[in-house]
């Protein structure tokens, strides 16, 4: 520092830079990304579509190296893992058979009651190709965008169940808030019992379960799925379970978003249709045959008017002590003398 001036300088060369303006410049940047958000999100997916087949070839190592050091582990305990599996292959075969007889029987019941089909689901797979901790702390990548048909909102899953939901959509890139997310909030049923709740994430592997009713008593193990509610999320994809802590309740999630590889993507976002307008023959009084109802009208006041009541004339006692006139004439004889 020379002349009480604080200065940066570079070794070779002469350039020298005030610390005042880099300082400037820096809070310059805060403002302008407090301020405008959406501009750095806009520059952040561009970046990543042009560094997407870098970070696709990079990744491609980086996995057979981690399946390989995962492998390790497990060869010695080969023999006893294909005893499990061929348990739970058979008992797999019993449920699946299981499975198909209630399809069927559910579908002939929906075919008799003229129920309304669910609404068919379009989706574009898509693999990871990486993470990051921005915007939010818990953040996937996918290596599909709106070049895709892509949308903000659409559901992320795979082979075991929902992961998150797409915020942020470049051309060929998109970005996945996962729900176990602090700003994730799902509308969920609880089943059996069809309890409505509302699955919020705390940066944790096992989200809370909010906005329950009182005196609502869950059972470990119970099945968490999506509800549906707001039109955006698909009704039915597999979550998690239940699992209690204390006087609250968690989600044990199906799917394992730190090993995921291979997603899939739901388009669900349809927007509500507006109800036509009502017509005059849309009323009830109408549709039935029936001439509708007159307006009230306003009730006057039709009480009888009463004629005047006359007031009794009093009676002027004449001299003698008779009276000077009759009480039922009402009028006085003036011929006599005071």
Not at 23 to 36: D, M, P
Not at 44 to 51: E, L, P, Q, S, T
Not at 156 to 171: K, N, S, W
Not at 174 to 197: Q, Y
Request: glycine share 8%.
């Amino acid at each position: 520092m020379a002349n009480g001036a604080w200065r940066i300088s570079r070794t070779r060369g002469g350039a020298h830079l005030p610390l005042v303006i880099v300082a400037a410049l820096a809070v310059a940047l805060i403002l302008v990304g407090k301020a405008q958000s959406s501009l750095f999100d806009r520059a952040r997916a561009h970046v990543m579509d042009w560094m997407e087949p870098v970070l696709g070839a990079s990744r491609v190592p980086v996995d057979s190296f981690n399946r390989f050091t995962a492998s390790i582990g497990e060869i010695f305990s080969v023999y006893q893992e294909n005893l499990r599996l061929k348990e739970e292959n058979a008992r797999l075969r019993q449920w699946r058979s299981t499975a198909m007889v209630l399809d069927a029987r559910v579908k002939r019941y929906k075919l008799l009651l003229h129920a309304v089909p669910d609404p068919a689901l379009s989706s574009v797979m898509a693999r990871v190709i990486g993470r990051a901790s921005h915007p939010f702390l818990q953040t996937m990548i996918l290596d599909a965008g709106k070049s895709n048909g892509i949308k903000p909102g659409q559901a992320v899953v795979d082979a075991r169940g929902m992961i998150g939901r797409i915020f942020l959509t470049g051309e060929r890139t998109s970005w996945v808030i996962l729900v176990t997310d602090l700003n994730s909030r799902i509308p969920v049923t609880i089943e059996p019992g069809h309890t409505l709740a509302i699955m919020a994430g705390d940066n944790t592997s096992t989200p809370v379960l909010e906005s329950l009713t009182q005196g609502t008593q869950l059972r470990v193990g119970d099945q968490v799925i999506s509800s549906g509610d707001g039109g955006i999320l698909p009704a039915g994809l597999p979550i998690g379970t239940v699992a209690a802590e204390g006087d609250r309740y968690r989600v044990v999630l199906f799917a394992d978003q730190t090993s995921a590889e291979d997603v899939e993507i739901l388009d669900f976002k349809q927007p509500p249709e507006q109800p036509p307008a009502p017509s005059p023959g849309d009323l009830p009084v109408t549709a039935a045959g029936l001439p509708p109802a007159a307006p009230p009208q306003q009730q006057t006041n039709t009480a009888p008017v009463l004629p005047p009541v006359a007031k009794p004339v009093p009676v002027k006692p004449a001299p003698d002590g008779t009276a000077s006139g009759t009480a039922g004439s009402g009028t006085t004889d003036e011929s006599g003398d005071e």
